[in-house]
């Protein structure tokens, strides 16, 4: 079925890094523009990241730019997300999910299960 | 990228109807008619229940319908029942490939 997995989550130092990744099935991964979004506790959505089908084209959110990069391996049907310089306010389940436009810029209609990340000393 | 503004709380009875109002700007909500609605139960992922503004994805209730007015999206649930106490949040396409959501609404079915 269709279906997107996240790992990677867990326990860092403020200032430290993470890259969180996200397992695609079920569907023609490379044809759909994909997502990052978050939600820190008892807190609402919050847009992170975006990406093309074709990886040519890459957007963030400024509470996020210049510190994650957002990629994705079409061959292997997987989307990543590189955190570094993280601070406590980054705080957050972490979520993959699919556009379901494959011209993007439209609705996300497949999410993961999320996966945890606790900026903490 | 300032969030759409929603209620932070909408109550009803079992039956009757409520609305969810999403107010945006010219440059989000106004501008595009992209506006989507999430339902989101406690420990969940957010399931998608509107998109395009007024679509509904295949497996959605009708009692669900989504319309939009100048810079304000709103989300329609008739007939409420007890399996829609949840919350729900509205994003909309912001232009350049960026998104916006709401800061999401807490349904109390009474």
């Known amino acids: 079925q269709v279906q997107l997995v996240e790992s990677g989550g867990g326990l860092v130092n403020p200032g430290g890094s993470l890259r969180l990744s996200c397992a695609a099935s079920?569907?023609?991964?490379?044809?759909?523009?994909m997502t990052w979004i978050r939600q820190a506790p008892g807190k609402g959505l919050d847009w992170v990241s975006y990406i093309s089908s074709s990886t040519s084209y890459t957007k963030y959110a400024d509470s996020v730019k210049g510190r994650f990069t957002i990629s994705r391996d079409n061959a292997r049907n997987s989307l990543y997300l590189q955190m570094n310089s993280l601070r406590a306010e980054d705080t957050a389940v972490y979520y993959c999910?699919?556009?379901?436009?494959?011209?993007?810029?439209?609705?996300?209609?497949?999410w993961g299960q999320g996966t945890v990340v606790i900026v903490s000393s | 990228q300032s969030a759409l503004t929603q209620p932070a709380s909408v109550s009803g009875s079992p039956g009757q109807s409520i609305t969810i109002s999403c107010t945006g700007t010219?440059?989000?909500?106004?501008?595009?008619?992209?506006v989507s609605w999430y339902q989101q139960y406690p420990g969940k992922a957010p399931k998608l229940i509107i998109y395009?503004?007024?679509k509904r994805p295949s497996g959605v209730s009708s009692r669900f319908s989504g319309s939009k007015s100048g810079n304000t999206a709103s989300l329609t649930i008739s007939g409420l029942q007890t399996e829609d106490e949840a919350d729900y949040y509205c994003?909309?396409?912001?232009?350049?490939?960026?998104?916006?959501f709401g800061g999401g609404t807490k349904l109390t079915v009474l």
């Open positions: 010219s440059s989000n909500v106004g501008n595009y008619n992209l």
């Open positions: 079920g569907f023609s991964f490379s044809n759909y523009y």
């Open positions: 395009e503004v007024t």
């Open positions: 994003c909309s396409y912001a232009g350049s490939f960026t998104f916006v």
């Open positions: 999910a699919r556009d379901l436009s494959r011209g993007g810029g439209d609705a996300f209609d497949i």
